[in-house]
């Protein structure tokens, strides 16, 4: 009756995880530690002393960074004011050219396969180039200032807000869309009607979090040339003017926060 | 004959209606404000523009193959400098995770001040934390790896906490009840039920990291970045060309693998 294995008293916990899984996790995590090593390894061949070295380093180098100049700031304010301007200007022509873009990479409204698959494919290019490159590129053509950092902005921003809003189109009940279908309404009575009412708060949600997005990525913009707040930056760590680069930079981690404070309030007022 | 008429349209209260007139007059007022001091030189970005498309659109889209080599081995670099900060990234944030979700450790001080500390982490965009690292470690892909590093902390941390916030709890209270210490509920109450979205979040994290790390080197912090920056400042088109594509590709590739990892994992 009192079967060893059975008994509540019985030490033999059963294992929860069987031993195939074991095996194949411990492979996975020394294959991932070796990376890592060899990771560290390489991106620390060209660093002198080390990296005890560095770390002794760092502290005396960030000494230098403090205490941060904060005469500087009414001079900064009108680049940061400028940086913000090209955070909304960007984000009103990205949620603006989105709208199309967004209808035809969502496979409920463009049926037609060969459109949807291309608009697609487009739009996972675009994600994959980060904002400053795209600024670079807009640099050497348009030379630098501002329009190119809010171009760099726009096409980036498209990317992922054109993908963010199909998806959410994608999830829209389709139930009315049909009704009024089959009751004779036009493509564009059906997306208006039936489509917008649906996603509208959702868009306008995005649309902000892309504002964020944006907001973040415009301050580092002017590094390369493409206007804003960022350009100051560069030219007071070029003059190793590292107390004012440090006030620039805590009125950017300020401006940033509050921002996605403010957003991030609407953002649940909305939904 | 009865009127068939359609219900009545449910009346705005007053609340609502100058709720919206004030957020209407306020998102005008940003327009005018905006588009009205946002200064602009048309003239000469459209001069630019025509003297330049040609020696740039074209030769952007006709990549220099000699460069493949370099470019290969800074994509390299890129990535190991992605891999090596997310990593680091996703080991300091469990611990900080823990601390920062309100159904583990202390109570809702703790937690709090956790949260303030990760958004705070949070709100430096990853170039910045690398200007800094490359003033403290040198020009060299150490400073990109530490960048990411922080940087990347302050999401995993949150997204990690949240998971935790998640969980269910009954299985933790069935444990407590019959007597398991707090080593136990850890490794059989709770971490089975985080570790699969934790390895989620960090292998996306790691997609976001190999975007971030392809631009670090243009502060100096190793990568692709540092060719990219040269080959801005030489002109070189070209090569521009092929940076670009090595880019597309190598991400392309790993948000492929890491989507399906994922869909594995959870």
């Known amino acids: 009756m009192t079967n060893e294995n059975n008994s509540l008293t019985s030490k033999k916990v059963p294992p929860i995880y069987p031993a195939k899984t074991k095996v194949q996790v411990t492979l996975i995590f020394f294959v991932v530690l070796g990376i890592y090593i060899f990771s560290m390894s390489w991106t620390q061949r060209q660093m002198a002393g080390g990296f005890g070295g560095a770390l002794g380093n760092m502290f005396t180098v960030i000494e230098k960074f403090f205490p941060p100049n904060t005469a500087v700031i009414s001079a900064i304010w009108g680049p940061m004011v400028e940086t913000i301007q090209m955070a909304i200007i960007a984000t009103t022509f990205a949620a603006i050219l989105t709208v199309p873009l967004a209808i035809l990479a969502a496979e409920n409204i463009t049926t037609w396969k060969p459109l949807y698959i291309l608009t697609r494919t487009f739009l996972n290019i675009l994600r994959t180039i980060p904002d400053l490159v795209l600024a670079v590129i807009f640099v050497g053509l348009f030379g630098i200032g501002l329009f190119p950092g809010i171009l760099a902005l726009v096409i980036f921003s498209l990317g992922i807000l054109a993908k963010l809003i199909s998806e959410t189109i994608e999830s829209v009940d389709m139930h009315p869309l049909e009704a009024m279908r089959s009751s004779g309404g036009n493509v564009f009575q059906v997306i208006w009607y039936g489509l917008i009412p649906q996603v509208l708060p959702q868009y306008t949600s995005l649309v902000l979090y892309v504002f964020e997005i944006n907001i973040r990525a415009s301050v580092v913009l002017g590094l390369v040339g493409a206007g804003g707040i960022g350009l100051i930056l560069n030219q007071q760590l070029g003059f190793y003017n590292y107390p004012n680069a440090m006030m620039i930079i805590i009125l950017i981690f300020v401006v940033v926060i509050v921002i996605e404070y403010i957003s991030t309030r609407i953002r649940e007022a909305l939904l | ?266």
Not at chain 2, 50 to 70: E, Y
């Open chain 2, 1 to 266: 004959m009865e009127n068939y008429s359609l219900p009545p349209k449910p009346k705005n209260s007053m609340y609502k209606n100058i709720r919206n007139i004030v957020i209407a007059i306020l998102v005008i007022a940003m327009y005018v404000w905006t588009f009205v001091s946002i200064d602009i030189d048309w003239g000469r970005a459209i001069e630019r523009a025509i003297n330049n498309f040609n020696r740039v659109i074209p030769r952007l889209f006709n990549p220099d193959w000699s460069a493949t080599g370099d470019v290969a081995w800074s994509m390299l670099e890129t990535v190991l400098i992605a891999f090596a900060g997310s990593l680091m990234a996703a080991v300091i944030a469990v611990p900080l995770s823990f601390l920062a979700a309100r159904n583990m450790m202390g109570g809702i001080v703790i937690s709090t001040i956790g949260k303030w500390v990760l958004s705070a982490v949070r709100a430096f965009p990853d170039i910045i934390l690398a200007i800094l690292f490359v003033v403290a470690v040198g020009p060299n892909a150490f400073a990109g790896v530490l960048a990411i590093a922080i940087g990347s902390t302050g999401m995993l941390g949150k997204m990690f906490a949240e998971i935790i916030e998640s969980i269910d709890m009954n299985v933790v209270e069935a444990m407590e009840a019959s007597g398991a210490n707090k080593i136990q509920i850890l490794f059989y109450g709770v971490l089975p039920q985080i570790t699969p979205e934790f390895l989620s979040y960090a292998i996306y994290r790691f997609e976001v990291d190999i975007r971030a790390s392809s631009i670090l080197g243009i502060v100096g912090a190793g990568g692709i970045g540092t060719m990219i920056i040269f080959a801005s400042n030489n002109r070189n088109w070209n090569e521009m060309g092929t940076i670009l594509l090595a880019i597309i590709i190598v991400v392309t590739i790993i948000d492929f693998a890491s989507a399906r990892i994922r869909r594995k994992i959870v």
